[in-house]
């Protein structure tokens, strides 16, 4: 058993009582810190910096010491699993990520094996291991990874996509081959996500980014079905302790009553739906987490906290509410925004969780 000196972010995971609303941020750690982007510069480049135990670490911590934020993320990325599936990750300077060899011909997709995460990502693994230690209990420590589908779209595209033609193109053409890529990456997935809780990761979050491209059938099909069994195959309990889940699908706000139902302990909204409703669809059974506009984040202290207080106020009273922003953090965030915003929420959602 541990004891964590702030669990308020699990409680809150599990709907049980807090006594105020916890907030994290999707990558909290990043390049808007300037001593992070001091620290990537010592590392060499960003998946350098993933690879190096000691600079992982500190990344992880660095907004720790500027916000009283109530959880930690390892830091990392999700295109680990296809990179230690031998596709060879790169990042060119101002273009994202891009693989060397990327999924296009059936020999390839029906060689894919699944990677062992206690050798291929090993690193990650230590990682985990090294940022529970540094944080001492003061915060939980959230594990995570791509969608199969997600981690799909980047494995055929090659690279980031705006519109998604070659995997489109497979899933129409060959939903037989796109099947087995989604289904040798879900064992991958499931074996990643156990051995980062293994390591210590407190709670996981599946990141969805671009299962909301696919229609209403097809993300059932090739999204859905893979999270809920990934879902099915997590290890739920760690050290004595429950280890909650999140799913994200950024532009699922339409199937959230379908998302709800995955066998996850809460679903991560974007910006672009009203978490009370959000709420009502669900019918509390599941936590929120979300969902500021990260937009909002480039304007000043007193819009943001009338902004967080709508998301506040339209969430209502009771507990079930992480907060976070819809999506990524922009590294063009000025970091005195960032306090802005988690004091904000801290002073003002206590109000909320009174009997
Ligand atoms: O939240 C955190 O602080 C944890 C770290 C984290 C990163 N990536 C670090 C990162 C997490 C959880 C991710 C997830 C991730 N990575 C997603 C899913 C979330 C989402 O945004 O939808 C996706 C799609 C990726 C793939 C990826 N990695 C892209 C598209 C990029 C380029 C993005 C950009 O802004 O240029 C990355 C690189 C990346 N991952 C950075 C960071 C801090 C920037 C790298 C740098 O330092 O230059």
Redesign the pocket.
């Known amino acids: 058993m541990t004891r964590l000196k702030n669990d308020t972010f699990i409680r809150a995971l599990l709907r049980q009582p807090v006594d105020y609303t916890p907030i994290w941020i999707?990558?909290?750690?990043?390049?808007y810190l300037p001593e992070y982007n001091q620290t990537?510069a010592r590392a060499g480049d960003?998946l350098s910096l993933c690879k190096n135990t000691e600079l992982a670490t500190e990344v992880t911590l660095q907004p720790l010491e500027r916000f009283s934020l109530d959880a930690a993320?390892?830091?990392?990325?999700?295109?680990t699993i296809p990179d230690a599936m031998g596709l060879g990750l790169y990042?060119a300077a101002g273009e994202?990520?891009r693989f060397e060899r990327p999924l296009r011909e059936e020999a390839a997709i029906r060689s894919l094996i699944v990677p062992d995460p206690n050798t291929h990502l090993r690193y990650v693994m230590d990682a985990v291991t090294s940022i529970r230690k540094a944080l001492d209990n003061r915060v939980p420590l959230i594990g995570?990874s791509?969608s199969p589908f997600?981690l799909a779209c980047y494995m055929v595209e090659g690279a980031?996509s705006k519109d998604y033609h070659q995997i489109k193109t497979m899933l129409y053409a060959r939903p037989d081959l796109l099947h087995h890529i989604l289904d040798i990456t879900t064992q991958a997935v499931i074996a990643y996500l156990n051995a980062q809780i293994e390591a210590g990761a407190q709670a996981v979050m599946i990141?969805d980014?671009w299962g909301g491209v696919l229609s209403y059938a097809a993300y059932q099909e090739f999204s859905l079905r893979y999270m809920q069994q990934i879902l099915a195959g997590l290890k739920r309990e760690h050290d004595g302790e429950r280890v909650p889940s999140i799913v994200f699908t950024?532009g699922g706000g339409l199937w959230l009553e379908l998302i709800a139902e995955s066998g996850c302990d809460a679903v991560g909204l974007d910006w672009t739906v009203d978490i009370g409703e959000a709420r009502r669809r669900i019918q509390d059974k599941v936590t929120l987490q979300g969902n500021l506009d990260p937009a909002v984040l480039f304007s000043s202290p007193e819009t943001i906290a009338a902004e967080a207080e709508k998301i506040l106020a339209s969430y209502g009273h009771g507990h079930g509410h992480v907060f976070n922003l819809g999506?990524?953090i922009s590294?063009f965030t000025p970091p005195e925004n960032v306090k802005a915003l988690v004091d904000a929420v801290h002073a003002q959602s206590a109000r909320y969780h009174q009997a």
């Open positions: 999707m990558r909290q750690a990043g390049r990537r960003f993320i390892l830091f990392s990325d999700i295109l990042f994202g990520p995570f791509g997600t980031s990141f980014s950024k999506h990524g590294q």
